[in-house]
Protein backbone atom coordinates (compact mmCIF):
# COMPACT_ATOMS: atom_id res chain seq x y z
CA UNK A 1 0.00 0.00 0.00
CA UNK A 2 0.74 3.45 -0.58
CA UNK A 3 -0.18 6.98 0.87
CA UNK A 4 -0.13 9.85 -0.59
CA UNK A 5 -0.70 13.47 0.83
CA UNK A 6 -0.90 16.48 -1.15
CA UNK A 7 -0.31 20.20 0.24
CA UNK A 8 0.53 23.67 -1.15
CA UNK A 9 -3.20 24.55 -2.70
CA UNK A 10 -4.81 27.49 -1.87
CA UNK A 11 -5.98 30.83 -3.33
CA UNK A 12 -3.65 32.99 -6.19
CA UNK A 13 -4.53 35.41 -8.24
CA UNK A 14 -4.50 34.94 -12.25
CA UNK A 15 -1.06 35.30 -13.19
CA UNK A 16 0.34 34.17 -10.10
CA UNK A 17 2.26 30.69 -9.29
CA UNK A 18 1.74 27.91 -6.79
CA UNK A 19 3.40 25.09 -5.92
CA UNK A 20 1.81 21.78 -4.59
CA UNK A 21 3.84 18.92 -2.73
CA UNK A 22 2.45 15.00 -2.66
CA UNK A 23 4.52 13.15 0.05
CA UNK A 24 4.57 8.93 -0.35
CA UNK A 25 4.99 6.59 2.04
CA UNK A 26 4.58 2.90 2.67
CA UNK A 27 6.20 1.37 -0.79
CA UNK A 28 9.45 2.09 -2.66
CA UNK A 29 8.36 5.47 -4.05
CA UNK A 30 11.71 5.40 -6.60
CA UNK A 31 9.81 2.82 -8.38
CA UNK A 32 6.43 4.39 -8.90
CA UNK A 33 5.38 6.38 -11.72
CA UNK A 34 3.46 9.66 -10.68
CA UNK A 35 1.17 12.27 -12.15
CA UNK A 36 -1.16 15.11 -10.77
CA UNK A 37 -4.77 15.21 -11.83
CA UNK A 38 -7.34 17.62 -11.16
CA UNK A 39 -11.52 18.09 -11.09
CA UNK A 40 -13.37 21.47 -11.05
CA UNK A 41 -16.40 21.69 -10.37
CA UNK A 42 -19.18 19.94 -12.06
CA UNK A 43 -16.38 18.80 -14.43
CA UNK A 44 -14.49 15.25 -15.06
CA UNK A 45 -11.34 14.77 -13.35
CA UNK A 46 -8.55 14.84 -15.75
CA UNK A 47 -4.80 14.46 -16.87
CA UNK A 48 -2.51 17.28 -15.73
CA UNK A 49 1.00 15.71 -15.51
CA UNK A 50 3.12 12.63 -14.66
CA UNK A 51 6.22 11.78 -14.32
CA UNK A 52 8.07 8.40 -14.35
CA UNK A 53 10.57 6.25 -12.42
CA UNK A 54 12.03 5.09 -15.27
CA UNK A 55 13.95 6.50 -18.63
CA UNK A 56 15.53 9.51 -16.67
CA UNK A 57 12.42 10.62 -15.26
CA UNK A 58 10.64 11.41 -18.15
CA UNK A 59 8.11 13.90 -17.82
CA UNK A 60 3.92 14.34 -19.78
CA UNK A 61 1.63 16.95 -19.68
CA UNK A 62 -1.72 17.99 -21.06
CA UNK A 63 -1.84 20.69 -23.72
CA UNK A 64 -4.08 22.71 -21.34
CA UNK A 65 -0.82 23.37 -19.00
CA UNK A 66 2.12 22.16 -20.94
CA UNK A 67 4.91 25.59 -20.91
CA UNK A 68 3.39 26.37 -17.45
CA UNK A 69 3.54 23.77 -15.06
CA UNK A 70 6.36 21.81 -14.24
CA UNK A 71 6.30 18.25 -12.50
CA UNK A 72 9.43 16.99 -10.66
CA UNK A 73 9.84 13.94 -8.20
CA UNK A 74 13.04 13.95 -5.45
CA UNK A 75 13.01 10.03 -4.54
CA UNK A 76 15.35 10.96 -1.60
CA UNK A 77 12.15 12.95 -0.29
CA UNK A 78 9.78 10.61 -1.54
CA UNK A 79 7.85 13.35 -3.27
CA UNK A 80 6.64 14.38 -6.22
CA UNK A 81 6.24 18.43 -6.68
CA UNK A 82 3.80 20.00 -9.09
CA UNK A 83 5.02 23.95 -9.85
CA UNK A 84 2.10 25.88 -11.59
CA UNK A 85 2.92 28.88 -13.10
CA UNK A 86 0.85 32.08 -14.89
CA UNK A 87 -2.27 30.24 -13.53
CA UNK A 88 -5.95 30.87 -15.23
CA UNK A 89 -8.83 31.05 -13.42
CA UNK A 90 -9.51 27.72 -15.43
CA UNK A 91 -7.03 26.17 -13.37
CA UNK A 92 -9.48 26.27 -10.57
CA UNK A 93 -9.87 22.78 -9.34
CA UNK A 94 -9.10 20.03 -6.60
CA UNK A 95 -5.61 18.63 -7.89
CA UNK A 96 -4.92 14.85 -6.65
CA UNK A 97 -1.27 12.94 -6.64
CA UNK A 98 -1.65 9.54 -7.87
CA UNK A 99 1.31 6.78 -8.04
CA UNK A 100 1.08 3.64 -10.43
CA UNK A 101 3.08 0.41 -10.27
CA UNK A 102 4.30 1.33 -13.97
CA UNK A 103 6.90 2.12 -15.97
CA UNK A 104 6.46 4.45 -18.23
CA UNK A 105 4.01 7.50 -18.07
CA UNK A 106 0.81 6.94 -17.32
CA UNK A 107 -2.22 9.08 -18.33
CA UNK A 108 -5.33 7.72 -17.67
CA UNK A 109 -6.71 7.15 -14.41
CA UNK A 110 -7.10 3.64 -14.36
CA UNK A 111 -3.51 3.32 -14.79
CA UNK A 112 -2.97 4.50 -11.21
CA UNK A 113 -3.22 2.22 -8.08
CA UNK A 114 -2.56 4.97 -5.32
CA UNK A 115 -4.67 8.53 -4.63
CA UNK A 116 -4.05 11.30 -2.70
CA UNK A 117 -7.04 12.76 -0.88
CA UNK A 118 -6.40 16.18 -3.05
CA UNK A 119 -6.14 19.91 -2.38
CA UNK A 120 -7.77 22.94 -3.22
CA UNK A 121 -6.40 25.47 -6.03
CA UNK A 122 -8.35 28.37 -6.46
CA UNK A 123 -7.17 31.35 -9.30
CA UNK A 124 -8.80 34.71 -8.38
CA UNK A 125 -9.61 36.18 -12.06
Known amino acids: QVQLVESGGGLVQAGGSLRLSCVASGRTFSRLATGWFRQAPEKEREFVAT?????????YYADSVKGRFTISRDNAKNTVYLQMNSLKFEDTAVYYC?????????????????WGQGTQVTVSS
Open 98 to 114: AAASLAGRPTTQKQYDY
Open 51 to 59: ISWNGGSST
